[in-house]
């Protein structure tokens, strides 16, 4: 979304599983509310393929971050890189290769004319969800995990909508100085559960 990293390289998220109801066992709704409430909006903005303005600084990080240049950097295979210190557990073989046919032969059909309709109307689900949390969570969301994606998906939707407007004014809501002012100011994601009994 910044623009140091294109959405090829990352696994695709398909805004279509919105779209199934109740046909299948693995659908998002099933998931626990903060993988949910997560994939929700980064679906939305995969979809959108949203990428932010190209500024100089933009280019500089490309620079500095790449020991090849930007442009010749092939993305796809880079879905699968993780440094040895970050990675937790090692993917077996068919979550690799569920990610991969739905990179090399899903995304192109989902994206091709013919399906385009569909896609659409999977983003404008996806939207209608983001919504529906916004509205019922008064643009405060469920965590600080979710905050800023909620925000960005409102804000690529319209940037001068309503809903962009009320979600920068819940941002303080995560924010608090410490008590006796001695370790400054504090990234707080569960005071949203103490608003919500308020």
Same mark, same amino acid.
């Given at each position: 979304?910044?623009? $140091?990293?294109? !959405? ?8 279509? #599983? !919105? ?14 509310? &903060? ?8 679906? *939305? ?5 949203? $990428?932010?303005?190209? /500024?100089?600084? +933009? ?10 240049? *930007?442009? =010749? ?7 699968? %890189? ?6 937790? #557990?090692?993917?077996?073989? #068919?979550?690799?290769?569920?990610? @991969? ?7 192109? +059909?989902?994206?091709? !004319? ?14 209608? =969800?983001?919504? %529906?949390? @916004?509205?019922?969570?008064? %643009?405060?969301?469920?965590?600080? $995990? ?6 960005l998906a409102c804000w690529i939707d319209d940037p001068?909508?309503?809903? &962009?407007?009320? =979600?920068? $004014?819940? /941002?303080?809501?995560?924010?608090? +100085?410490?008590? !006796?002012?001695? @370790?400054?100011?504090? *990234? *707080? ?6 608003? +919500?009994?308020?």
């Amino acid at each position: 979304m910044l623009g $140091v990293y294109e !959405w090829e390289g990352a696994n695709p998220m398909p805004q279509e #599983f !919105w779209l199934l109801g109740k046909l299948l066992p693995f659908i998002p709704r099933t998931l626990f509310c &903060y993988s949910r409430l997560t994939l929700l909006p980064m679906s *939305y903005l995969h979809g959108k393929r949203f $990428v932010g303005p190209l /500024i100089p600084l +933009i280019l500089q990080l490309r620079q500095e971050i790449y020991t090849q240049p *930007y442009n =010749h950097i092939k993305w796809s295979p880079t879905r699968h %890189y993780c440094a040895k210190e970050d990675k937790c #557990f090692e993917r077996s073989f #068919f979550p690799k290769l569920a990610w @991969d046919n739905l990179q090399y032969f899903g995304e192109p +059909i989902l994206n091709s !004319w013919a399906f385009k309709t569909i896609r659409n109307r999977a983003l404008q689900i996806a939207k209608c =969800h983001i919504d %529906y949390e @916004d509205h019922n969570s008064h %643009y405060i969301t469920i965590g600080c $995990v979710e905050k800023p994606l909620f925000t960005l998906a409102c804000w690529i939707d319209d940037p001068n909508g309503e809903a &962009y407007k009320k =979600h920068l $004014v819940r /941002i303080k809501d995560y924010l608090w +100085i410490g008590e !006796w002012n001695e @370790d400054g100011s504090k *990234y *707080y994601p569960l005071l949203n559960i103490l608003l +919500i009994y308020k």
